[in-house]
């Protein structure tokens, strides 16, 4: 198992282009997120998913949308890049039932940087 | 809405030193609670966590928490640090009321000197 992967590892943008993180997991996992980390601040929840067709939003959704078209796909959207989006993107998965068993497994992050 | 609170954000310790790092939840229902440790430059994995049952949980590399309801509190131990535990850690805590959608604290960064 690949586990979590994630495209690219670092990317720099211009303010007001657009980009597409991607996040693909091969577990079967229900439940996707993703979260920007920046220094100091801790990991802070963008949107997330609890299944194919299914997506709702997090702390700091602003500025970003999401799709979940597939149990395993969960690309993150960009879109008129701004400076404050400069962070540290990771996507994570867990399996998640109504016991709340839901260990999450994290991808190795995107770092972006938006000029 | 539950909310996670790490008290220490900066620890410098020597090699074989104690470790305790405070984590506080503010929830009163059910909870699963769970460390990770992110490594310099690398992504989060999971240290221990705990669901039910005994609540003293040992996790990987000699780390174990103890959860204590009473005090809303999760706290982490290691009871002789080495110079490779220096990364940052991050309390994280799910709830039936959040959907069991994790919180995660701001983390703690432990600077460990050889």
């Known amino acids: 198992n690949a586990g979590v992967t994630q495209t690219p590892k670092f990317r720099i943008l211009k303010i007001g282009q657009s980009m597409t993180l991607q996040c693909t997991q091969d577990?079967?996992?229900?439940?996707m997120y993703w979260y920007r980390q920046d220094p100091g601040m801790g990991l802070k929840l963008i949107y997330y998913?609890?299944?194919?067709?299914?997506?709702d939003k997090g702390e700091v959704p602003n500025g970003y949308n999401v799709s979940r078209s597939t149990t395993e796909d969960f690309p993150l959207r960009l879109e008129l890049a701004a400076p404050s989006q400069t962070s540290v993107y990771f996507c994570?998965?867990?399996?998640?039932?109504?016991?709340?068993?839901?260990?999450?497994?994290f991808g190795p992050g995107t770092r972006l940087t938006v000029l | 809405a539950q909310s996670v609170s790490q008290h220490n954000h900066h620890v410098i310790l020597s090699e074989a030193a104690s470790l305790e790092l405070g984590c506080n939840y503010s929830?009163?229902?059910?909870?699963?609670l769970f460390w990770y440790v992110q490594y310099p430059g690398q992504h989060l994995q999971l240290l221990l966590k705990?669901?039910?049952?005994?609540?003293l949980v040992k996790g990987i590399k000699g780390f174990e928490a103890e959860f204590i309801k009473s005090k809303f509190s999760f706290n982490l131990r290691k009871p002789s640090v080495q110079w490779s535990d220096t990364a940052e850690y991050f309390c994280?805590?799910?709830?039936?009321?959040?959907?069991?959608?994790?919180?995660f604290g701001r983390g703690t960064s432990l600077i460990v000197h050889p």
């Open positions: 705990y669901f039910s049952g005994d609540p």
């Open positions: 998913s609890v299944g194919a067709g299914i997506t």
């Open positions: 929830y009163g229902g059910t909870v699963n």
């Open positions: 994570a998965s867990s399996y998640s039932m109504a016991g709340g068993y839901n260990e999450q497994f």
């Open positions: 994280a805590v799910s709830t039936s009321g959040g959907s069991y959608i994790p919180t």
């Open positions: 577990m079967n996992h229900n439940y």
